[in-house]
């Protein structure tokens, strides 16, 4: 089975500062892996995705993702934040393949002035 | 930009009362997917929809559930008899590709149902 699990509900940072959402994965073949965001009353939104090509994924808004397998890590950063970043993020996994997204509980993105 | 769209946006039902939920994917996918995420729990998903039939559904996805494509357009969830537990937002999602490989999937803003 597959799974995500991703640490802290809620991660506060300063404008200007670094992002860091961790998200850690399980998974028994090799794993696609996507980050999701969501904003106040909207769908899910794909940031970006890692299908088993480079391990450093750039998405959309300056946020990327490093696939690390050792680690069993998929954390997203983005190097400067934004008022704008304000979200909630979602990992989640697949396999190849096969249809079903399994998604963490998703980490709530606080930016402030 | 092509999205998803859902209907209601919100909707609160007494328990017992059957509920569907709308969806309108975009034109030209063929995979249809229903997930619903209970307040402060995970993102789940329910069911798939491809040519016309459920091609995968979770355990949630018990007979009180059922999926429907009744016009080539839209895109139902009907809970038959809601009960508490089914309070949740409801997301539509859909996809175009007809390989397989990166589900990249358009969700909709969802649907929240509060069950009293």
């Known amino acids: 089975a597959q799974s995500v699990t991703q640490l802290g509900s809620h991660v506060s940072v300063s404008e200007g500062a670094l992002v860091l959402l961790r998200c850690n994965y399980s998974s028994s073949v090799p794993p696609y892996l996507f980050w999701y965001v969501q904003y106040p009353n909207q769908g899910l939104q794909l940031l970006l995705k890692?299908?088993?090509?480079?391990?450093l994924v750039k998405g959309i808004n300056g946020f990327e993702a490093e696939f690390k397998k050792s680690e069993t890590s998929f954390h997203l950063t983005k190097p400067s934040a934004h008022m704008s970043d304000a979200a909630e993020y979602f990992c989640?996994?697949?396999?190849?393949?096969?249809?079903?997204?399994?998604f963490g509980t998703g980490t709530r993105l606080l930016v402030s002035p | 930009e092509p999205e998803v769209t859902q209907t209601p946006s919100h909707q609160v039902t007494q328990m017992g009362q059957e509920v569907i939920l709308r969806c309108v994917p975009i034109s030209n996918h063929l995979y249809f997917y229903w997930y619903r995420q209970i307040l402060g729990q995970k993102v789940e998903f329910l069911v798939s929809f491809y040519n016309n039939e459920i091609s995968e559904k979770s355990e949630i996805f018990d007979d009180q559930f059922s999926v429907e494509r009744p016009d080539g357009s839209n895109f139902t969830l009907k809970i038959r008899s809601t009960k508490l537990e089914d309070s949740a937002m409801y997301f539509c999602?859909?996809?175009?590709?007809?390989?397989?490989?990166?589900?990249?999937?358009?969700f909709g803003a969802g649907s929240r149902l509060t069950v009293l």
């Open positions: 989640a996994v697949s396999r190849a393949g096969f249809q079903k997204l399994v």
């Open positions: 999602a859909s996809r175009q590709t007809t390989t397989s490989g990166a589900n990249v999937l358009t």
């Open positions: 890692y299908t088993s090509a480079a391990t």
